[in-house]
Structure formats: C-alpha cells, structure tokens
C-alpha cells in the first residue's frame, strides 16, 4: 500500500475540514464538521442551517480548493503517494457589542454589504453562520456612543433605522435605513452614516459608553451672554459697563463692531454708557460656547489678550482683531473669528440660491467659485457643483463706500 502523505493547514475559518485526493480521483468531501469552542456543533443546528454552511464553504474556499488540488497534484507526481489534506480553523470572533451571534471571517472581502457601516469595501470581514449579519473587521470594534464635532448632543448606535429617511449629517447623502447608524436620542430627527461619524475631522476617538454626560457639556443649557437691566439697557458678559441700544443710526466708517471688527451701517447696535465699546446685535448675541463642524472641541468666545490684539483665524486664514472663539484644551491652539464661527448648517450664502454645507473632505483641495483661488475649508452645494471658500462666504454681501451714498454689493 503506498504511503500516504499528511499536509496540515490553519484556515480562517469556524469548521475543521478534511480533503482527500489520490491519482486516480480527486475527490474534495466535507467529512467533518468539527466546531469549534464558540460555535455549537452541527448536530445542534437543523439540516436547512447546515445546508447554509455547506454553501458559505464552497463561496469562500472555493479558489482556495483548487489550489490545493493543483499542489497536491504536484506532489504526487513527484512522490508517487496519496494525499490527504487536513485544514484545522482558528478561533471565530465573539464581538457582543455589535451581534448576539460569534462571527466567522469571510475571505470574499469584498462581495458582501456590512451591516455595520452599510457599504462593500475591501476590508477583513466576519459573517453570522446564524443570520445574515456581515460586518468589517475595524467596523466590529466601532464605538457605541460618541458626541462629534456636527451635533450638540452625543450620537449613538444602532443596527438600522426602520422609521423614516434622514440625510447624513457630516455627507449630507441619504442613509439606508436598513444598515448601521448612529442617531441622537434627544433629537429623533438627526442621523450620520457609521463611516462619516467616526472620521478624524468629526471624531475626536473617545468613547462615551457608560461615561455620564455632564450638564456643563450641554451647550445649549448655557446662559445667554447678555442679561436685562432695563428696556434698552443690558449688561454683556465680557465688557464691565452697562450697553445702550440705539437705531436709526447713521453710517460712520470709523465706528468698528468690537466683536467682528466690521462697520455698522445698518443693523442696530449696542453702546457703551461709558466708553467707546459698541456691537452689532448679531454679535451680541453670539453664544459663549459653541460646537462648531471645523473642530472636534467645544470653542469658548474671549477677547484678545495679545499685545498685537490679533490672530490668525484657523478656518478663512485671515489675521483677525476682535473676539476669538479658542479651543481650551491646552494642546490644541484652534480658534475662530467671530463671522467664521457664526457659519452653520444649513448655510445661507446669499451669492447661491440653494443652502451650502460643510460636507466636503477637508484634505481636499479645491477652487472657490467667487475668488478661484483654493481655499483651506469649503462650503458646498449639494445640489450643484457650486463652492465656495470660508473667507469669501463671510465677506459682506453690502458695504458702504465713503465716495459713493449708495450699498455696493457682491458680485463675480
């Protein structure tokens, strides 16, 4: 009797199985399904689920089979021996915090839609032999609660959304209900895509599971930055005297708005009883802290402690005077001017007819439509083609020019 010849091999996969060829017939049989310790063994699942695996089995090894044949084929030749194959699994993934079931890993990485992130990617995948559930491998670990930079309230996950269709809110593209998500419990109408919530630029890769939220974290719990003394008459929280409201006022170009640093020709303004201190009402009532899409922290409002009285502002590039909304995190330097931090979603640029969004990949360098020049954060159009840079959407649509009594406006 010849010999015959044992080849051993670890497969990725949740069952040991057993091939067996010889010279004269190759045959590939499924002799055993030896399960491993997280699995039940076949003999608790019924014929229609063993039927299922059977056929999981063909759909991944299917290449990996034939490759086999060919080497034992060649072995043979030069051995003149039978060949018997016996491939041993490697443990299957049990990941709780996404799926009741263990998952097994899936060589066809990129046939399957994952139930995590809704998309066929060429990623490590593991799928149910139970269910139907497929899920990438990094997106097995994704984290369940997390608070990003688009939302004032923190987001979790859930494994679909059966009831209604909400646009993502970092792409702005729609998302399919029947996939992963993460949505906010106090607002009920806000949604992201899995992969859109946990990028670099949204997430700042802190998991918020069982961590109590704090009333201080809730924005809009703060106080507002101004409180009533009389009719006309407020105190605002970073000047020491008391503001004076006044209307119908007449343009002077040498009156600057403390908090944008930008003329007041039009809107009512509020003064100081005491000194030259004055703002716009808009700035006024600019929020001491804010949650803004181009960063990952809370941002506070301050005034200028510099000698200079400046900054560089982090989203138009420009150097700015005035009140800065700054990180204060003492490793992070970020910080916006006021007109820049007063930009949100939905946009409202009065140059374009529809609304504009801060959903376009910021590693992304493109052409603004009014300068055309590339410009380091964009707002876009999601339903044209039409950009435009930070700087640009906060120029004034009217200004005054001292030798002409009419508004100037915009125009490119």
């Known amino acids: 009797m010849k010999q015959l010849t044992k080849i051993t091999l670890l497969c990725p996969f949740s069952y040991a199985l057993r091939y067996e060829y010889n010279h004269e017939k190759t045959t590939v049989q499924i002799l055993n399904f030896c399960c491993s310790l997280l699995l039940p063994s076949m003999s608790s699942l019924d014929s229609l689920q063993q039927g299922l695996i059977i056929i999981m089995y063909f759909l991944c090894f299917g290449a990996i089979t034939k490759s086999l044949v060919r080497m034992v084929d060649a072995v043979y030749a030069i051995t003149q021996t039978s060949v018997q194959i016996i491939i041993f699994s490697i443990p299957v993934i049990d990941q709780q915090k996404i799926h009741v079931h263990p998952l097994t890993f ?3 990485q990129n046939s399957l839609i994952c139930n995590v992130c809704g998309l066929i990617e060429k990623y490590a995948t593991y799928v149910c032999l139970r269910c139907n559930f497929v899920a990438h491998r990094d997106c097995m670990y994704s984290p369940h609660t997390i608070k990003i930079s688009r939302h004032h309230h923190r987001i979790s996950h859930v494994s679909s959304i059966r009831y209604g269709k909400f646009p993502c809110g970092v792409c702005r593209q729609s998302i399919d209900g029947d996939y992963g998500a993460y949505t906010c419990n106090k607002c009920g109408d ?108 809370l941002l506070i409002l301050k005034t200028i ?43 409202d640029y009065q140059g374009h007819e529809h609304p504009m969004f801060l959903s376009l990949d910021p590693e992304k360098k493109l052409l603004c439509e009014v300068s055309k020049n590339i410009g380091m954060q964009m707002l876009n159009c999601i339903k044209c083609d039409f950009i435009v840079c930070m700087e640009c959407s906060t120029l004034p649509y009217k200004a005054r020019y001292k030798s002409d009594k009419h508004f100037l406006t915009l125009s490119w």
């Not at 138009?316 to 910080?335: A, H, L, T």
């Open 106 to 108: 899936f060589p066809r």
């Open 190 to 297: 806000y949604a992201v895509h899995s992969r859109c919530a946990l990028g670099k630029d949204v997430w700042d890769g802190e998991e918020l599971e069982g961590i109590p939220e704090k009333d201080e974290d809730d924005i809009t719990q703060d106080a507002p930055p101004f409180s009533k003394i009389s009719k006309g008459l407020i105190h605002y929280f970073l000047h020491d005297h008391h503001l004076r409201l006044e209307e119908n006022i007449l343009y002077d170009e040498n009156k600057l708005c403390e908090a944008c640093v930008m003329p007041i020709f039009e809107d009512k303004l509020y003064s100081c009883t005491e000194c030259d201190f004055i703002l716009h009402e808009t700035c006024l009532k600019a929020r001491r802290r804010i949650q803004h899409a181009l960063h990952l922290h």
């Open 305 to 347: 402690n510099n000698v200079s009285g400046d900054f560089r502002c982090d989203a138009c590039w420009r150097s700015c005077g005035g009140f800065v909304y700054q990180c204060p995190k003492e490793e992070c330097d970020f910080k916006l001017d006021v007109r820049c931090a007063s930009i949100s979603e939905p946009f």
